[in-house]
T-cell receptor
Framework: KAGVTQTPRYLIKTRGQQVTLSCSPI?????VSWYQQTPGQGLQFLFE???????NKGNFPGRFSGRQFSNSRSEMNVSTLELGDSALYLC???????????FGPGTRLTVT | KNEVEQSPQNLTAQEGEFITINCSYS?????LHWLQQHPGGGIVSLFM???GKKKHGRLIATINIQEKHSSLHITASHPRDSAVYIC????????FGTGTRLQVFP
């Protein structure tokens, strides 16, 4: 069974631009969670989607948004990028909310 | 004070040593996760536990719900165990500890 895939793997953007990251979960998994990892703040929860609905959201500004499609694939969007948004963005999928999560390889975003 | 605290932050060991990493949390949880992250960023879920003890190969995870404390043990450590180990409290969203960087030398 294929694992969680994330595209792109690396991305360089300029301040003020917006970016969209994509996550394809393991086949059959219906829950997708997104995380941000930075050297200063460590790993932080962004949001979780299940059945195309956001079920939980972390403490991030409204510039961070996401969605989930009917095939469980998910995207997250960051608008008006700031230097501090440079991070590794990880998604994880699980069969259902609260079950074991399987992480993707991450997208490394650099904002210049 | 962080809701999830890990210790130690850094750990070095000789191959074959027994290793313990500790995790304390101050929130109510449905489960406690132990994760492993290798250089390059990939994260692997090692354990998800809500009570007692789980074992997988040379890795053992325990949790004491009353004391809000969990431990990850590695028996007969090997250089390939070198990684960052992260615990995460599951409160309907994951709250992560800051990680323990483990280096095992031959």
């Amino acid at each position: 069974k294929a694992g969680v895939t994330q595209t792109p793997r690396y991305l360089i953007k300029t301040r003020g631009q917006q970016v969209t990251l994509s996550c394809s979960p393991i086949s059959g998994h219906r829950s997708v969670s997104w995380y941000q990892q930075t050297p200063g703040q460590g790993l932080q929860f962004l949001f979780e989607y299940f059945s195309e609905t956001q079920r939980n959201k972390g403490n991030f500004p409204g510039r961070f948004s996401g969605r989930q499609f009917s095939n469980s694939r998910s995207e997250m969007n960051v608008s008006t990028l700031e230097l501090g948004d440079s991070a590794l963005y990880l998604c994880a999928s699980s069969l259902l909310p609260g079950s074991e999560q399987y992480f993707g390889p991450g997208t490394r975003l650099t904002v210049t | 004070k962080n809701e999830v605290e890990q210790s130690p932050q850094n750990l070095t060991a000789q191959e074959g040593e027994f290793i313990t990493i500790n995790c304390s949390y101050s929130v109510g949880i449905s489960a406690l996760h132990w994760l492993q992250q290798h250089p390059g960023g990939g994260i692997v879920s090692l354990f998800m536990l809500s009570s007692g003890k789980k074992k997988h190969g040379r890795l053992i995870a325990t949790i004491n719900i009353q004391e809000k404390h969990s431990s990850l043990h590695i028996t007969a450590s090997h250089p390939r165990d070198s990684a960052v180990y992260i615990c995460a409290a599951d409160t309907d969203k994951l709250i992560f500890g800051t990680g323990t960087r483990l280096q095992v030398f031959p």
